[in-house]
């Protein structure tokens, strides 16, 4: 079965290879080495600047966002999130849960809020932080960080990008930006199978932390975390909760193999077999849920054409392609979604293969 959904996805030979080996001791020479250049290269990845500080920490997307929601929120604080679906939901409640007072900045489902509605946010709601996923792969929408970025930096606002649908898939440009935390699982453009919570932290960012009126969990705290990362970048042996050895051995393989087609490429990369995508589906008569400005690159959110509902994505399986089935409240029954991203978006075999599914399963 090829696996086309919007993550986990296929991982290329590579990366399967470098991950499927005996489990290395997390202070062998080789397995330090390897975490120290993971490090290193996460700053490539994300387009960050030296004094920005990459984690590494096994878990999921979820646990990334509560890893940053736990480390810059405090109770009482005043916080915007930037809604665009199902995960921006899930970030507002974990902000509830810290504490914080939410204001939302919602758009109808497929659009994104305009940078007005954000600046307006930001004015009339005096946050602190402003939440926002790049992706939100519930309604296959983007929102563009870049002005986001500014307007937060105008106001001394703090910036949180969820990028668990787009880091490595989408461009986002960490430090000429000037996002404070940019946030990803392994799972999906990082090309591995799941298992890690990777963010890299702004200064600013790692000054609130310290700040912080609450205590945070240890288990998430980035000062916890922090003497670990430091060392394994030195190149030292550390400890402080067991790293997820062969997945760090996967993502330096992944990562530099990013690192040399470089950032921009890789962007391109995307966008182009996206467009393709896009292309595939007028073809055969189908429409995205996304307006067209703002439809990601990493996956496409598809409409069920009139007559046909849910039952299509078990008839794709049957040609052999997993796709996933959609995600929002109230209207997931009306949509599919399909990803393109990481490995596969290098296999026009693999993007062949799962349109001409999608074509068959139609016409049976
Ligand atoms: N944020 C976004 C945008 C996601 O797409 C996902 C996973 N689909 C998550 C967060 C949560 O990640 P996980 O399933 O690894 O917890």
């Known amino acids: 079965m090829l696996l086309m959904i919007p993550g986990p996805i296929e991982v290329s030979p590579a990366v399967l290879a470098a991950f499927s080996v005996p489990p290395p001791s997390h202070v062998s020479p080789g397995f330090v080495e390897a975490h120290g250049r993971a490090i290193e290269l996460m700053r490539d990845v994300w387009c960050a600047d030296a004094a920005s500080q990459p984690f590494i920490i096994p878990g999921s997307g979820t646990l990334a966002m509560e890893i940053a929601v736990q480390n810059v929120v405090t109770s009482d604080d005043r916080v915007v999130v930037v809604n665009t679906g199902y995960f921006s939901d899930r970030i507002v409640e974990m902000l509830r849960r810290r504490g914080a007072t939410v204001f939302e900045v919602k758009a109808v489902p497929g659009t994104v809020p305009s940078s007005d509605a954000v600046r307006q946010a930001i004015v009339g709601h005096n946050p602190a932080t402003i939440f926002v996923t790049h992706?939100?792969?519930?309604?296959?929408?983007?929102?563009?960080?870049?002005?986001?970025?500014?307007?937060?930096?105008?106001y001394g606002v703090l910036s949180v990008f969820d990028g668990v649908c787009a880091t490595a898939g989408e461009r986002f440009e960490m430090q000429a930006w000037g996002a404070d935390v940019y946030l990803t699982a392994s799972q999906k453009a990082i090309g591995l199978p799941p298992g890690l919570a990777l963010m890299v932290v702004s200064p600013t960012a790692m000054t609130r932390r310290r700040h912080l009126r609450d205590e945070v969990p240890m288990a998430l705290d980035w000062e916890q975390w922090?003497?670990?990362?430091?060392?394994?970048?030195?190149?030292?042996?550390?400890?402080?909760?067991?790293?997820?050895?062969?997945?760090?051995?996967?993502?330096?393989?992944?990562?530099?193999?990013?690192?040399?087609?470089?950032?921009?490429?890789?962007?391109?990369?995307?966008?182009?077999?996206?467009?393709?995508?896009?292309?595939?589906?007028?073809?055969?008569?189908?429409?995205?849920?996304?307006?067209?400005?703002?439809?990601?690159?990493?996956?496409?959110?598809?409409?069920?054409?009139?007559?046909?509902?849910?039952?299509?994505?078990?008839?794709?399986?049957?040609?052999?392609?997993?796709?996933?089935?959609?995600?929002?409240?109230?209207?997931?029954?009306?949509?599919?979604?399909?990803?393109?991203?990481?490995?596969?978006?290098?296999?026009?075999?693999?993007?062949?293969?799962?349109?001409?599914?999608?074509?068959?399963?139609?016409?049976?």
């Open 135 to 154: 992706v939100d792969t519930s309604t296959g929408v983007r929102v563009d960080p870049e002005p986001i970025c500014a307007i937060a930096a105008e």
């Open 226 to 364: 922090l003497p670990v990362m430091q060392a394994y970048e030195d190149r030292r042996g550390a400890y402080f909760s067991t790293p997820a050895t062969n997945l760090v051995l996967a993502l330096a393989h992944s990562l530099s193999e990013l690192q040399v087609e470089t950032m921009p490429r890789v962007f391109e990369r995307h966008q182009r077999v996206a467009d393709s995508m896009r292309a595939a589906w007028a073809d055969l008569g189908l429409e995205l849920l996304g307006e067209s400005g703002c439809a990601a690159n990493t996956l496409s959110a598809v409409r069920y054409p009139d007559g046909v509902g849910p039952e299509l994505v078990g008839r794709i399986a049957e040609q052999g392609v997993a796709v996933a089935g959609g995600l929002y409240p109230g209207l997931k029954q009306q949509y599919f979604r399909v990803g393109h991203m990481g490995y596969s978006t290098t296999r026009a075999d693999h993007l062949d293969q799962t349109i001409r599914a999608v074509k068959l399963a139609l016409q049976g």
